[in-house]
């Protein structure tokens, strides 16, 4: 009897492994096609009428605002040519999934070219849609310039 729990175990372990990967794939492609300044590559990862908010800090009067962005002006400004890379680095992935909704917190880093910008966290709501595939419909992050922990690997890439 314990040899089939573990392997029900293992197989679920499994399961959630591939339900988990699959829900991290829009994000990566996300961030792949920021690095390429590949806007269609950016779009596929969106569900329609996304959007974006980035909670701003205000340390002066210890209050926040939050701007938010439609995901057509995040796709016009990456596919607009620049001349640094955008390269957000990801880590600490925490996954929440519900039927058709999960929810993915991630820490991370912004660099342009090799040269750090800010970090923060980031906040993706994502839909399963009709095929099976996960999509962004919201995006929240924090951006911060100073007091950033970003790993030594991480850092280590872009010295």
């Not at 994000?27 to 701003?56: C, N, Q, W």
């Not at 040269?115 to 399963?128: Q, R």
Request: proline share 3%; net charge negative; glycine share 6%.
């Amino acid at each position: 009897m314990n040899k089939l729990a573990c392997i029900l175990c293992l197989l679920s372990f499994s399961a959630w492994s591939q339900q988990e990967q699959a829900v991290m794939e829009p994000i990566h492609r996300m961030f792949e096609g920021m690095k390429k300044g590949d806007s269609a590559l950016v779009h596929s990862a969106f569900y329609p009428d996304a959007v974006f908010h980035t909670v701003i800090a205000n340390p002066k009067t210890k209050s926040s605002s939050l701007r938010s962005e439609a995901v057509a002006t995040f796709l016009a400004a990456v596919g607009t040519p620049h001349n640094e890379v955008w390269n957000e680095v990801i880590w600490g992935e925490e996954i929440r999934i519900d039927g058709n909704f999960s929810q993915v917190w991630v820490q991370y880093a912004f660099y342009l070219g090799n040269t750090f910008n800010h970090c923060g966290v980031d906040a993706f709501h994502l839909i399963s849609d009709s095929s099976g595939r996960w999509k962004i419909f919201s995006g929240t992050d924090t951006r911060q310039k100073e007091g950033c922990v970003v790993p030594k690997e991480i850092s280590d890439r872009f010295r």
